[in-house]
């Protein structure tokens, strides 16, 4: 199984070579936006949109031939995207701009690149770690992406494949039931609790907005230093739910490995869409739009493949009110369950539930024949001792006569 991971390597840039990169970045960008104002909006494939538009964008702009794909390339993603969330491409802006095998090189003997620009090709050296060394060692890639970031310095973002083994079939499978209150519940009984995420998160947001108040009324210098403190703070509650879930991830990923486990997880696509439009509070809503789900799960599935772990998605509907042992609708509140089934009445936590359910559905799915695991089995039984009763009245009655 094939993974493309990005490297984000900072480059040595020389003023002359920074000017000239912001040339190509503000001319890939102008480009750009003229063939998403100039070509049919409905177009989102690359290649049409190349076939209308490459000579005149290549007279007007000056780009490299492999630049004019590239640009045409990220406008067709670009769409796409927009498409599928229901919006329109507002614009791009210049800082950054596409490579491909031909106007990008990479050279491991003195951990440089080449990188075509509007004038002559640029050798930009790499300030590579020890982690994208380990990484780029005896690779050849063949694309990158050239980025200034907001701290102002230029960086390369260099795409790698990787092939990897294909996840080994089991019947085993760890259900991983997400949440605000708590992050992730497995059905292990291992779970990570969301009330110092949420606290951090709050305390991130009093500061902004003190700080914000501050800068609106104050002098000039008070608002120089409260935006000098923003900055500071810029990206730092960012990080840290980037950190916890990297933990929540690896551990879930090496108990799967360690006891030859597939991974169960909710697919909770357009889930803040759908909670967006219940009246709430403006604390809510945010706490709600901050919940990094999505993000947690890309980190599984990723971290999946490098372990050869599979990573199955289903979907959320009524996995937490459904109860485990008899598959019926149950009475949740807050973190507590109760079955409401007369011939089971299983009471526990609510997020255990939820993974255990989600481990049955995730075993369903991997295994042939797998729909018995989400059968109920005290309706069987009550039905087959129902029948019982129906067959032994009529044969006493038979007797009778």
């Known amino acids: 199984m094939e993974q493309t991971l990005t490297l984000v390597v900072k480059l040595n840039v020389e003023p002359e070579q920074a000017t000239q990169l912001e040339e190509t970045a503000q001319a890939f960008a102008n480009a750009c936006t003229w063939v998403n104002e100039n070509v049919n ?12 538009c490459y000579n005149n964008v290549k007279e007007q702009f000056g780009l490299k031939a492999n630049h004019i794909v590239r ?19 507002k614009g791009f802006k210049p800082t950054s701009f596409d490579c491909d095998g031909r ?19 640029l050798r930009l050296a790499l300030r590579t770690s020890n982690y994208h060394k380990g990484k780029l060692t005896g690779r050849k890639p063949t694309s990158a992406q050239i980025c200034k970031h907001k701290d102002g310095q230029w960086y390369c973002h260099v795409q790698i494949t990787i092939d990897y083994p294909e996840p080994q079939k089991t019947d085993k499978v760890i259900g991983v039931d997400f949440g605000r209150r708590e992050i992730a519940r497995t059905s292990t009984n291992q779970g990570w609790d969301g009330k110092e995420i949420q606290r951090k998160r709050d305390k991130f947001s009093r500061v902004r907005s003190s700080l914000q108040k501050k ?13 000098e403190v923003l900055k500071r703070l810029s990206g730092r509650e960012k990080r840290y739910q980037k950190w916890v879930n990297h933990n929540i991830s690896q551990t879930i990923i090496s108990e799967a490995k360690e006891t030859n486990s597939a991974v169960a997880i909710e697919d909770l696509t357009g889930i803040r869409e759908r909670t967006n439009q219940k009246p709430r509070n403006k604390t809510e809503r945010r706490r709600s739009n901050s919940w990094a789900f999505y993000q947690l799960r890309t980190f599984l599935e990723y971290k999946g493949v490098k372990e050869g772990v599979k990573v199955i998605a289903i979907p959320p509907a009524y996995t937490s009110q459904t109860c485990h042992c008899c598959k019926h609708i149950g009475i ?14 299983w009471v526990g936590d609510a997020d255990l539930n939820g993974a255990l359910m989600i481990q049955k559905w995730g075993c369903s799915i991997n295994q042939p024949g797998g729909s ?3 059968s109920c089995r005290i309706s069987r039984a009550t039905e087959n001792a129902n029948r019982a009763r129906s067959g032994l009245a009529q044969f006493m009655n038979h007797i009778e006569v």
């Open 41 to 52: 909006h409905r177009l989102t494939n690359r290649n049409s949109i190349q076939a209308v």
């Open 71 to 89: 640009a045409c390339a990220r406008v067709a993603s670009n769409r796409k995207t927009a498409k599928h969330k229901g919006r329109k491409v």
């Open 103 to 121: 106007t990008f090189s990479f050279r491991e003997k003195d951990w440089t690149v080449s990188v075509s620009t509007l004038g002559k090709r």
């Open 215 to 227: 800068a609106r009324q104050g002098t000039r210098s008070s608002r120089r230093r409260c935006k």
């Open 332 to 345: 949740r509140t807050n973190k507590s369950f109760k079955c409401s089934n007369q011939y089971c009445g």
């Open 372 to 374: 018995e695991i989400l």
